[in-house]
């Protein structure tokens, strides 16, 4: 009898013990498989400095290979990347600074393959935003995946200036 109490103590605990998940292991609803979120990046929004933003809706801005975030505030918020050219393949992009030119204003003029920069601006009051811009000696990559020509972008943590000696850190995920 001390035997079979033993046994039916021991598969109870196994079983019970086997019904345990990680918290970061959740499965979506559509049974895609589950996949760790990663502490440092937002998994549907940005981060900037100890702010943290949630993507109401992104807009791509086709002329400047631009797909652009933005959170749900009357003013809104945006965490923009900005591409050579839009991406096909899924793939890791070096995340590389960027310093505004009058001559040459929009940042996907500034790239090479493979690189993006990333630009969040803070809305403020009366229309006068705070744009920031990745600085890129962090020497960080960003994960881009394509799905049927959707982009989902996971930016880590990364340093950000608005060149008024400011600098804040920046991550965040951007999905179509």
């Avoid at 109490?5 to 918290?23: G, N």
């Avoid at 975030?69 to 591409?83: H, I």
Wanted: net charge neutral; glycine share 6%.
């Amino acid at each position: 009898m001390k035997k079979q109490r033993l046994l039916a103590v021991f598969f109870s605990i196994l079983l019970f013990a086997s019904c345990s998940k990680d918290k970061t292991d959740t499965k979506p609803a559509d049974n895609t498989p589950a996949t760790p979120t990663t502490p440092d990046i937002p998994a549907d929004g940005w981060k900037l400095g100890s702010t943290t933003y949630k993507q109401m809706m992104t807009v791509r801005q086709e002329e400047q290979f631009l797909v652009n975030a933005l959170d749900a505030t009357s003013n809104p918020n945006t965490f923009a990347v900005s591409f050579k050219a839009y991406p096909t393949a899924s793939g890791k992009y070096k995340v590389v600074g960027f310093t505004p030119d009058p001559d040459n204003p929009y940042p996907y003029m500034h790239l090479n393959d493979g690189e993006i920069i990333v630009v969040p601006t803070t809305a403020n009051s009366g229309g006068n935003n705070t744009t920031y811009y990745s600085i890129g000696t962090d020497n960080k990559e960003a994960t881009v995946t394509v799905t049927g020509g959707k982009f989902k972008i996971e930016i880590p943590e990364i340093l950000v200036t608005s060149g008024n000696n400011d600098t804040l850190k920046a991550s965040g995920t951007i999905k179509e």
